[in-house]
C-alpha cells in the first residue's frame, strides 16, 4: 500500500492501535540516565534502535512487512533528551509543556485531591524519568521474549542506563514496570474497559494513514457534505496541519519531522464508587441504570451503539437488530463510528457532558451557521490518538480497593493545544458547551472544590423534566504519568550517534 507518508520512518504506534491488532498484552518500562554518562547511553538508543517498530503496513504485499510477534517503541523527555546530549539551541525548540513535565502542569489538568502528584506512583515521585519504552505482544511469551532482549541491552550498558522501578500493583508493591490487557470474558479478549464500556472505537483519520479514505466516515473531520480526513500535521511533525501550517517544532528538521508528542497517564478507575451511584441513580432515573450508564459515555455499555442513533430502549433494540444483521465487519464499524451531534443540537439523546461529545464535540459547537468554513472548525484542532490498555484486574465490583485502570497515551503534534486544551475547557470545564462547570460525567475531577453536577438533557420539546446528577463522586484518579517525545526512526538514529546539528 502506497502512503503519501514515509511509514518506514514513522514509530509503528503513532499509526496502530496495536491493542486493536491483536497485541493483547502490553509492558511499560521508564529508564534514567547517568547523566554523566551520555555517551553510554547512546549506545544504549543504538543497540535498541533495530527493535523499534515502525509504521509499515503488516502482509505479504510489496512495501509491506510480515507482523511482528512483538512490538517496541521509544519516548523521551525533555530531561532524557538533555541527559542524551540534545544540543541546547535544539532543546530549546520544544514547547514549554513539554519542557515542563506533566507533574508541572498539575493546575491546567486538574490533577488534585486524589490525583495530586504527591499521591502518584512511586516512579513519578523523584527525578523526572528519562526514557520510555513500550512493548506489546501478541501473546505473553512473545512479550516476555522481548523484555528480556531490551533487559540485555540495559545490562551491556552497565548501568548508564537504569530502570526506574516504583509502579503500583495491587498489594502496593514497587513494580519494576507496568503491565497492561485487554480485558478477557469468560477468558476471550474484548474491548471492555473496567467500568463495563465497549471501549477503542474512536480514533482520529488522518492523511496517509493506510486505509484512510475507507475509515474517515465519523472519525475524520466533519465537514458541510460528510467527512474527510484530517491533515496529518494535526499529530505528525513536519507535515502541514489543519491551518495549512507547521506545528511548531524543533530545529533541525531531522530531529522533529515524522516524531509526535505523546501523553502518557496512569488511571485508576473506582469501579465500586461508579457501581454504586450508578444502582442509586439508576433507580429514579426515568430510563433506568443501563440507559443512564449509556448517558454518562455517549454509547451503550454493552455493545458501543452511539446514543445519538439509539437514543432510548426502543430505539436500541431497532439498532441492535440492524445491527446484528450488518453483512460484514466494515458495516458493523460503521454503525459504531459514523455518526454526528446535528440532530441533538439541545443534548436531549447525547448528553453534553456525556464523556465522548466531550472529547470530540464533532460539528456540535458551531452555533451560527456560516460562521466557520467547515462545521467541525472548533474541534478538529483538538483531537488526539488514543493508545495504551486496561490494566489491573477487578476482584470487588463494590469496593474501590485494588489497583485497576486505563493506561492511555494521548499522541499529538502540540500537547497544549489538543491534549491539555481537552483536559482543562472540555473535561474538567463546561462552558463550551453551555453547561458552566459541569464536567465530563466519567472522567471529570469531582468534589475538587465544590460537589459536582451535570444535567441529563432532554429534547427542547419534551414535556419531562432534565435530570440532575448531584454530589457526582470523583469515579478517576490519576496515579502518574508524563510528557514525551516519540522520534522518528531518522532523529533516533541520530539521536544515538549524537549527531543532532540544529545550526
Ligand atoms: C479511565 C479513563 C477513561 C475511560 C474509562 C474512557 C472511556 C471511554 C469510552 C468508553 C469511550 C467510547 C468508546 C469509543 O468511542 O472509542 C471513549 C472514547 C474516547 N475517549 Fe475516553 N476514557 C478515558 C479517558 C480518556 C482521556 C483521558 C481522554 C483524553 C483526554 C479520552 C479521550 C477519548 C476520545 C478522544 C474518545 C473517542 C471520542 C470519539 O471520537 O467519538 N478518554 N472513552
Given at each position: 500500500?502506497?502512503s503519501k ?6 514509530q ?18 521508564f ?13 544504549f ?13 503488516w502482509?505479504m504485499?510489496?512495501?509491506?512487512v510480515?507482523?511482528?510477534l512483538?512490538?517496541t517503541n ?5 530531561d532524557?533528551?538533555e541527559?542524551?546530549?540534545?544540543p541546547?539551541?535544539?532543546?530549546f ?15 491546567i489538568?486538574g490533577?488534585d ?13 523523584g ?11 501478541q501473546?505473553r511469551?512473545?512479550?516476555e ?19 526506574v522501578?516504583?509502579?503500583?500493583g495491587d498489594d ?15 477468558g476471550k479478549?474484548?474491548?471492555k ?5 465497549t ?10 494513514m493506510p486505509?484512510?479514505?475507507a ?8 465537514v458541510a ?14 507535515h502541514?496541519?489543519e491551518?495549512r ?8 528538521f ?27 441513580e ?23 451503539a ?16 440492524k ?11 460503521r454503525?459504531?463510528?459514523?455518526f ?13 457532558s456525556?464523556?465522548l461529545?466531550r ?10 451557521s456560516g460562521a466557520f468554513?467547515?462545521?467541525?472548525a ?16 477487578v ?12 493506561i ?14 481537552v ?7 463546561g462552558?463550551d458547551?453551555?453547561v458552566?462547570?459541569?464536567k465530563?460525567?466519567?472522567?471529570g475531577?469531582?468534589g ?7 444535567v441529563?438533557?432532554?429534547?427542547a ?10 454530589n ?7 496515579r502518574g ?7 522518528s526512526?531518522?532523529a ?12
Amino acid at each position: 500500500m502506497i502512503s503519501k507518508l514515509d511509514l518506514t520512518d514513522i514509530q509503528g504506534n503513532l499509526i496502530r492501535a496495536y491493542g486493536r491488532a491483536s497485541f493483547q498484552y502490553a509492558r511499560y518500562v521508564f529508564f534514567r540516565v547517568d547523566g554523566a554518562r551520555g555517551a553510554e547511553a547512546r549506545e544504549f538508543i543504538k543497540a535498541i534502535t533495530k527493535y523499534i517498530t515502525t509504521s509499515v503496513t503488516w502482509g505479504m504485499g510489496t512495501d509491506e512487512v510480515e507482523k511482528p510477534l512483538a512490538t517496541t517503541n521509544i519516548a523521551f523527555t525533555y530531561d532524557g533528551l538533555e541527559a542524551l546530549g540534545l544540543p541546547r539551541a535544539s532543546l530549546f525548540g520544544f514547547p514549554p509543556e513539554f519542557a515542563m513535565g506533566m507533574k508541572n502542569r498539575k493546575d491546567i489538568l486538574g490533577d488534585d485531591g486524589p490525583s495530586a502528584p504527591e499521591r502518584w506512583d512511586k516512579v513519578w515521585q523523584g527525578d523526572p524519568v528519562h526514557i520510555f519504552i513500550s512493548i506489546n505482544g501478541q501473546s505473553r511469551d512473545a512479550l516476555e521474549q522481548r523484555y528480556a532482549e531490551i533487559m540485555r541491552c540495559v545490562a551491556d550498558s552497565q548501568d548508564a542506563v537504569c530502570i526506574v522501578a516504583g509502579h503500583r500493583g495491587d498489594d502496593n508493591d514497587s513494580l519494576d514496570y507496568q503491565d497492561a490487557s485487554v480485558i478477557f470474558e469468560n477468558g476471550k479478549a474484548c474491548s471492555k474497559e473496567h467500568f463495563g464500556y465497549t471501549d477503542a472505537i474512536g480514533d482520529p483519520v488522518f492523511e496517509g494513514m493506510p486505509d484512510a479514505e475507507a475509515r474517515k466516515d465519523g472519525r475524520g473531520k466533519q465537514v458541510a457534505n460528510g467527512w474527510e480526513v484530517l491533515a496529518a500535521g494535526e499529530f505528525i511533525l513536519g507535515h502541514l496541519d489543519e491551518a495549512r501550517e507547521y506545528p511548531a517544532a524543533p530545529e533541525p528538521f531531522l530531529l522533529s519531522r515524522n516524531g509526535s508528542f505523546m501523553v502518557y497517564r496512569k488511571l485508576h478507575q473506582n469501579v465500586g464508587a461508579f457501581n454504586k451511584y450508578l444502582e442509586q441513580e439508576g433507580a429514579t432515573y426515568p430510563g433506568g441504570k443501563d440507559m443512564l450508564a449509556a448517558k454518562f459515555v455517549g454509547r451503550w455499555r454493552d455493545n458501543g451503539a452511539p446514543l445519538v442513533d439509539a437514543p432510548d430502549h426502543a430505539a436500541k433494540q431497532v439498532w441492535d437488530a440492524k445491527y446484528a444483521a450488518a453483512a460484514t465487519d466494515e458495516a458493523k464499524d460503521r454503525m459504531l463510528s459514523n455518526f454526528t451531534f446535528d440532530d441533538d443540537q439541545d443534548g436531549g439523546k447525547c448528553p453534553f457532558s456525556a464523556h465522548l461529545r466531550r472529547v470530540n464535540p464533532r460539528a456540535s459547537l458551531q452555533t451560527e451557521s456560516g460562521a466557520f468554513d467547515t462545521p467541525g472548525a472548533l474541534a478538529n484542532r483538538r483531537r488526539v490518538l488514543r493508545r495504551g490498555l486496561p490494566y489491573g484486574t477487578v476482584e470487588h465490583p463494590h469496593s474501590d480497593s485494588g489497583e485497576h485502570g486505563i493506561i492511555i497515551m494521548m499522541v499529538s503534534a502540540s500537547i497544549s493545544r489538543q491534549f491539555e486544551f481537552v483536559q482543562q475547557q472540555w473535561i474538567n470545564y463546561g462552558n463550551d458547551f453551555r453547561v458552566g462547570n459541569d464536567k465530563d460525567i466519567i472522567l471529570g475531577n469531582h468534589g475538587s472544590r465544590h460537589p459536582s453536577k451535570a444535567v441529563i438533557q432532554v429534547a427542547a420539546a419534551s414535556d419531562s423534566a432534565p435530570y440532575f446528577l448531584r454530589n457526582i463522586p470523583r469515579f478517576v484518579e490519576t496515579r502518574g504519568g508524563d510528557y514525551f517525545f516519540m522520534p522518528s526512526m531518522t532523529a533516533l538514529r541520530l539521536i544515538a550517534l549524537g549527531l543532532i546539528d540544529p545550526t
